[in-house]
């Protein structure tokens, strides 16, 4: 580019703090100015940059012409009159998920930045992790065989959010599926294609009116079934997620809700072994037995073949909040790279802000209350 990108943030709270931290490290990506209702908040953003200039509303910062993007980081009910009035004015638009409540306000806003040509993309960093890369050439590439069955349980920590929290507000938030659950719908669908909703239930918080805590929901991809399970009721310290991938020859397990740590149990020839090297070149691998002659037993009404069972660990050593930095830089360089030229291809796009919010939308409609 021939001048830095000026970006702008709406809603400087903590992760917005956390988030243009990483954007700054950029070259050529300047903070330049923020807008938010709490002017504490805005002020704290100072220690990023001192020379960032506060505005006392969304209008009056997006008539700036200087700013070149907006990142929003409200409550997710804003987002889309938010990230509407910023594309009207000709800004670029990154925003933390989702897009909006509504999933047709999601489609909408797509629409309006491809009519502008300008950016509108929303937060899900989740398919910059080295992880997530490596399942999809495990899929790609078919190593374990074809998928059968998911899962993802979030037992996640309720300790920050106060009994008022606009969290619990489902029209503030939209409920989990849509405001936390985007990210694994996401993820699944990258490496499935797009799935279906087919069930969900909610339960209710007792002797606590309006607070839905735990949320489960069964989506269909082709080849099987996964079962995505949140829960908000845990200690900070007990925070704790696992997703597996059951295949025909093996499973897959995967830790932390950016996951940091990756296991696997499989039957696979030699052939495909070496493909398992290549895939993850630091793992352990521990070979639990080999057959110098390859064996076959059946699953499925099918003959397997296989000289190794095995188990291939890519071990703990990676640190959630320093892997998590570097998934919101790289979605930012991706990003930029578009802005810069409009044949680049993104691993994230406009797209995965609506489909995401489109399966989110689907459980919550046919979300069973139980209470």
Sequence with gaps: MNKPLQIAVVGAGGFA???????????????VAVYDENIDNATHLKEIDASLKIYD???????????????????????????????????HVICEKPAAIKPEHAVELRELAAEKDLLFVVNLMQRYNPLYESVDQLIRQNILGDFLHGFFENYASDEALTEQHWFWDEDKSGGIFIEHGVHFFDMFSGWLGQGKVIAAQKSGRLHCKNVWDKAQAIVL????????????DQPKIMDRQEMRLQFERGEVTLFEWVPTQLKITALCSEEELQTLKLIFPKAEIQVI????????????????????????????????????????????????AWIIDRNHIRKIDQDNAVNSLQIAGEAEQLAIRIS
């Design 17 to 31: 703090y956390f988030a243009v931290n990483e954007f700054v490290k950029i070259d050529g990506v300047q903070l």
């Design 57 to 91: 509303s969304l209008e009056s910062l997006c008539l700036e012409n200087a700013i070149d993007l907006v990142y929003i980081a409200t409550p997710p009910y804003l987002h889309y009159t938010q990230s509407k009035t910023a594309l009207l004015a000709g800004k």
């Design 221 to 232: 991809y082709a080849g099987g079934l996964v079962n995505f399970y949140h829960g908000f």
């Design 289 to 336: 037995e080999y057959f110098e002659k390859a064996k076959t037993s059946k699953g499925r009404f099918k003959e397997i073949q296989y000289q190794y069972k095995l188990k291939l660990d890519t071990g703990d050593s990676v640190k959630k909040q320093t892997l998590y930095q570097e998934l919101v830089r790289d979605m930012f360089i991706d990003q930029l």
